[in-house]
């Protein structure tokens, strides 16, 4: 779960953080209000999107004085911000953040990100930082710090202190710099963040460190037990159909193929998809419909799988334990009736209620295609597909 850069600030300010004094604004007025809070003169107003690269589409801008702040907050306000980073819909501004002007000597980047391979967090920073970063990390990759942080020690004080030298810091620098690497190393821990980035970390011309943007992203699964995290969700960022699903409890991803899957379970579901590659065809999306799933679930997971349109068979495939099959062929009659399926489906149910769900699929009068393993499944959906597709 993504969160907004005013959000990440505040929280990671509430660890040590220095951020630059700042206020949030939902009308233009309440924009030229807080450059006025600021003391009136030069400001920092910024497009508060779920997305990087809102310098260079426009979406940043610095402004002198409350007028400039107001005219420049109103041609922002409603319309939407595509970057690189989002998709051509672009994303809606209903926020601004105004920002005190920082006088910039020196641009950094810092990220905390889960490193898959060591199974740690760790560290990358340059010290070219600002918005040339993606760029260096493709053409000069080599050039980036990288520092694992050991789970027992934690980061310690002289891996922090060797990653100020490596980044050029020296005097009174070195140890703010290692403050701010703390503070963002508990602030992950602590709320079960999958990143945290910095990018522009400033030296100020004064010789301060200041965050001038800030990045949180969060794992989801863990959002439970972080109901604070949680509380900072903004549906109106979200992709709709991926919220629409995560709303009926849905765990949807979307990918190239044109065999929609409805499964339950992510184990389960990962083993369908590699079953349906090893037949020749190639997944769609991967959806788990989780445990104890009604009629209505299965059928609005339906829904979702069909708002793909490149979907041309779906495959359902239940191994029910806490699920039971006769609700999962209730769902999928239910489905039919008020979707109007017009493609192929095929339906293998196991475990919980059997004899139960196969009967009210057999009795349904609906083409369904049955299977009995998931071997068997995943070929007859490939059979399924259009002759133009199985070529
Ligand atoms: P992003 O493009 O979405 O990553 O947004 P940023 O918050 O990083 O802003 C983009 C760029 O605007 C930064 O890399 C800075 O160079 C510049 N910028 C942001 N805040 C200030 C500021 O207070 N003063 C000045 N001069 N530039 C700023
Ligand atoms: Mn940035």
Redesign the pocket.
């Known amino acids: 779960m993504d969160i907004h850069?005013h959000q990440a600030k505040e929280i990671l300010a509430q660890f040590g953080v220095p951020v630059?004094r700042s206020g949030l604004a939902f009308s233009p007025e309440q924009a030229a209000f807080r450059c006025r809070e600021l003391g009136g003169g030069r400001c920092?107003v910024?497009a508060q999107v779920h997305?990087?690269?809102?310098?260079?589409a426009g979406?940043?801008k610095?402004c002198d004085g409350d007028a400039e702040t107001r005219e420049y907050a109103a041609t922002l306000l409603g319309t939407t911000l595509v970057?690189k980073q989002t998709t051509a819909s672009g994303k809606r501004i209903d926020r601004l953040w105004v920002?005190?002007?920082?006088?910039?000597a020196r641009?950094l980047y810092l990220g905390f990100v889960l490193d898959r391979k060591s199974e740690r967090i760790m560290i990358v920073a340059s010290g070219h930082?600002?918005?040339e970063i993606e760029d260096l990390a493709e053409t000069d990759p080599d050039s980036l710090i990288r520092m694992v942080i050991d789970p027992a020690a934690g980061l310690v004080e002289y891996q922090a202190r060797e990653l100020s030298y490596q980044l050029g810091l020296e005097g009174q620098q070195v140890g703010q710099m290692v403050t701010v690497l703390k503070a963002c190393y508990r602030a992950y821990r602590d709320l079960d963040a999958m990143m945290v980035e910095i990018?522009?970390l400033v030296v100020c011309e004064d010789g301060a460190l200041v965050a001038?943007?800030a990045k949180m992203s969060f794992d989801t699964n863990a959002l439970f037990r972080r109901p604070q995290v949680g509380a900072l969700r903004d549906p109106g960022q979200e992709d709709p159909r991926e919220s629409l699903a995560a709303d009926h409890g849905l765990a949807y991803v979307g990918l190239d193929g044109d065999i929609g899957c409805i499964i339950n379970g992510a184990g389960l579901a990962m083993a369908s998809m590699d079953m349906i590659q090893l037949a020749g065809g190639a997944p769609a999306n991967f959806l788990d419909i989780g445990g104890g799933a009604s009629p209505e679930r299965v059928c609005q997971a339906f829904r979702t799988v069909l708002s793909d349109s490149n979907v041309s068979v779906i495959l359902v495939n239940i191994f029910a334990g806490i699920n039971r099959c006769d609700w999962i062929a209730s769902g999928v009659i239910q489905a039919y009736t008020e979707l109007g399926i017009a493609i192929p489906v095929v339906v293998r149910l196991s475990g919980t209620n059997v004899d139960a769900g196969r009967k009210l699929i057999a009795e349904s009068g609906l083409p369904i295609i049955s299977a009995n393993t998931l071997a068997e499944a995943a070929e007859a959906a490939v059979a399924a597909r259009p002759p133009a597709l199985a070529a």
């Open positions: 850069e630059p920092v910024k997305s990087g690269g809102r310098g260079e979406g940043v610095l970057t920002e005190e002007a920082s006088q910039i641009e930082g600002g918005m990018n522009p001038l943007d």
